[in-house]
């Protein structure tokens, strides 16, 4: 096994990585490859694997790019993320990308899949609707119809047929990708001192930029290591940190709250790596309609679902329990509506159970964090203080 540190500052390069050098020396090995980049918060990454191609996740710049041009294309009451995206675009980050996909999430992503279609980047752009409707036969249905729509446009490009072997094989490498992270998910919740969250986030966010079998193979030699008694034991109390599913904040961010007497043992950063919980059948002869299947019942709460029959808040309230966590910090990326408007019904139902939470706004590109560290400072040393009272927390409206 190589050295654990050699591996975390590998990922750490190749996560933040604007230019996806890996994904085009990729590209370059085999002329009927494609790049389809994808923003948050989840894409079905198994039929572009099976069409040849290499899914590369969008988040944005972060605060690693100064945006210059991106402000012209939004007003300035619209989140981060978009701005950097578009500078990045205009920048050539995207050079030798065949196409991008533009889940629906909000109507800022909607609107820049509008600017990309515009502005002739890439060879296809497809903004992706995600059913609303949960039966199969309905949501399902149509559900298998935009990823044909996915699969028609790489098609064009590269003429690969998908098969459903192809397919199928490549759901069996989604599927141990997912189970290794819940692997190491599940041990960072019982010994969270074994890997720090910001080197987690650098190994899970490289598993969005490069090959599947690659970031397999990084995972078994963290899932290795972890299994160790490795690391030492601080008094941080563990939370669960929601609300940052699409703009990503810095490192910074994780670090301080890390910093501040926190263990986040799990989280919504980067959920389309984890959206589907559980495996998709890896062996049906309509491996589509498996792919649907697995997101009618087997997805994540998120802000992007709106599943009536399911509340989310009482879904972050089980993950809140099963991960023994002692509270949660709702991270909202500054003027994201899908998750500033579902605040209150997470917060007024936590209210009602008595599960503590505090609640801030981040940017991409704010690094100054003290008083959001003094905020969760406060926050985990009340918890410490009056285990034993979990409303002792002001509610943070
Ligand atoms: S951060 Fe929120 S508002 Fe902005 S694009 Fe993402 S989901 Fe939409």
């Not at 590369?56 to 701005?83: L, M, N, T, W």
């Not at 249905?141 to 996915?150: G, L, P």
């Not at 043992?265 to 309609?289: C, H, K, N």
């Not at 991270?331 to 579902?342: N, Q, V, Y």
């Amino acid at each position: 096994m190589r050295n654990i540190n050699n591996i975390i500052s590998r990922c750490e390069e190749l996560a933040f990585d604007l230019d996806f050098t890996r994904a085009k020396e990729w590209k370059n090995e085999d002329k009927s490859r494609v790049i389809v980049g994808y923003m948050p918060i989840y894409f079905p990454r198994e039929i572009i694997h099976a069409a040849g191609g290499l899914p590369v996740a969008i988040f944005g710049g972060g605060d690693r790019k100064q945006i210059i041009k991106g402000d012209a294309y939004y007003q300035s009451y619209i989140c981060h993320i978009p701005r950097s995206i578009i500078d990045m675009a205009l920048d050539k980050h995207f050079d030798n990308f065949d196409g991008f996909i533009f889940p629906s999430i909000c109507d800022v992503l909607r609107n820049l899949s509008g600017i990309f279609r515009t502005k002739g980047f890439g060879k296809f752009v497809k903004y992706m609707d995600f059913p609303q409707n949960f039966l199969p036969e309905v949501g399902g249905v149509f559900y298998q119809d935009e990823m044909r729509h996915v699969l028609h446009y790489i098609k064009e490009i590269n003429g690969i047929k998908v098969t459903p072997e192809r397919l199928n094989h490549s759901i069996g490498l989604y599927n141990k990708n997912r189970r290794l992270i819940e692997f190491i998910y599940d041990i960072r919740e019982k010994y969270p001192w074994r890997l720090s969250m910001k080197d987690w986030y650098h190994i899970l966010r490289a598993g969005t930029v490069i090959p599947v079998e690659e970031h397999n193979e990084i995972l078994e030699e963290v899932a290795e290591y972890v299994k160790g008694d490795v690391g030492q034991r601080q008094d941080k109390v563990k939370v669960v940190l929601s609300g940052a599913f699409c703009e990503q904040p810095s490192v910074g961010l994780i670090r301080s709250v890390e910093d501040a007497g926190c263990y986040i043992v799990d989280d919504d950063l980067q959920l389309g790596s984890r959206m589907v919980i559980g495996d998709i059948d890896a062996t049906s002869e309509e491996p589509l309609a498996a792919i649907a299947h697995a997101y009618i019942f087997q997805s994540r709460y998120s802000s992007s679902i709106y599943d009536v029959d399911n509340p989310k808040e009482y879904r972050l309230a089980k993950i809140v329990e099963e991960r023994n966590a002692d509270g949660v910090i709702f991270a909202s990326a500054s003027f994201c509506d899908p998750s500033l408007l579902d605040a209150p019904i997470f917060q007024n139902a936590f209210d009602r159970m008595g599960i503590r939470y505090i609640a801030f706004q981040f940017s991409e590109n704010i690094n100054q964090f003290k008083v959001i560290k003094e905020q969760v400072g406060a926050f985990s040393d009340s918890i410490k203080l009056w285990e034993d009272e979990p409303s002792s927390i002001p509610v943070a409206e």
